[in-house]
C-alpha cells in the first residue's frame, strides 16, 4: 500500500538551532514523486519542493535543504538556522498514480521556533 | 493570475443543510481536486477531476458530490450537512501527468463548521 509516515508529530526549536523533519514512504511503485507542502498560521498550503524517483540527487535552496534515500524509502527535509517565521506543519506527500495521481500525505510536523 | 481561489473561506451550517462550495483556477489545469483536513490525520481526497466534464471518487466520496462543467471550475456539494462533515476543505489543482506538472497548487481553504 502507498503511505507517508512523519513520525514527529511535533517540534520545538531555538531559533538559529537547525532542524530535520523526517518522512519515511512506502510505494510499489517504480516511478513515484515526493513532495513536501508549508502550511503556517494562516492556514494555506505552500508548495516546497517536488522530487521524482530517479533522481537522488540532494537539494538545496537556501536555508532549506532535502535528503531523498530511496535505499531507506526516505525524505527528510532540513531546516538550518531556523527562524521564528518557520514555525508551521510540514507536510510530505507521494503522487499516487492511481485516483487521477492523488497526493497521499503524512500527518504532518508542527514545527514551533522560539525566538 | 490569482492561482486557485476558493469560496467562501468560512461557513457554519446547520446538520441537514445543503451547500456548494465553488473552486476557481486560472492557470488552465486539467486536474482538479478536492480534499478535508482533519485534525491529526493530514489531508484525504473527496473527489477529483481529470478535466472538463469528468469526475470521478476519492477516498471519503461519501456525502458529497461535485461538478465540473467548466475547465476552470471545480464545485463541491454536500446535500445534507452532518457534523461528521466539519473540516477544513481544499481545492487543488495541476497541469498534467509529466514531471514538474504533477505538482498540485492548493487554494486557501474553505473552514466548514456543521452544527
Known amino acids: 500500500a502507498q503511505k507517508v509516515t512523519q513520525a514527529q508529530t511535533e517540534i520545538s526549536v531555538v531559533e538559529k538551532e537547525d532542524v530535520t523533519l523526517d518522512c519515511v514512504y512506502e510505494t510499489r511503485d517504480t516511478t513515484y514523486y515526493l513532495f513536501w507542502y508549508k502550511q503556517p498560521p494562516s492556514g494555506e498550503l505552500v508548495f516546497l519542493i517536488r522530487r521524482n524517483s530517479f533522481d537522488e540527487q540532494n537539494e538545496i535552496s537556501g536555508r532549506y535543504s532535502w535528503n531523498f534515500q530511496k535505499s531507506t524509502s526516505s525524505f527528510n527535509f532540513t531546516i538550518t538556522a531556523s527562524q521564528v517565521v518557520d514555525s508551521a506543519v510540514y507536510f510530505c506527500a507521494l503522487s499516487d498514480r492511481n485516483q487521477g495521481g492523488k497526493l497521499i500525505f503524512g500527518q504532518g510536523t508542527e514545527l514551533s521556533v522560539k525566538p | 493570475n490569482a492561482g486557485v481561489t476558493q469560496t467562501p473561506k468560512f461557513r457554519v451550517l446547520k446538520t441537514g443543510q445543503s451547500m456548494t462550495l465553488l473552486c476557481a483556477q486560472d492557470m488552465n489545469h486539467e486536474y482538479m481536486y478536492w480534499y478535508r483536513q482533519d485534525p491529526g490525520m493530514g489531508l484525504r481526497l473527496i473527489h477529483y477531476s481529470v478535466g472538463e466534464g469528468t469526475t470521478a471518487k476519492g477516498e471519503v466520496p461519501d456525502g458529497y458530490n461535485v461538478s465540473r462543467l467548466k475547465k476552470q471550475n471545480f464545485l463541491l456539494g454536500l446535500e445534507s450537512a452532518a457534523p461528521s462533515q466539519t473540516s477544513v476543505y481544499f481545492c487543488?489543482?495541476?497541469?498534467?501527468?509529466?514531471?514538474?506538472?504533477?505538482?498540485?497548487?492548493f487554494g486557501p481553504g474553505t473552514r466548514l463548521l456543521v452544527l
Open positions: 487543488a489543482s495541476r497541469v498534467g501527468l509529466a514531471g514538474e506538472q504533477r505538482t498540485q497548487y
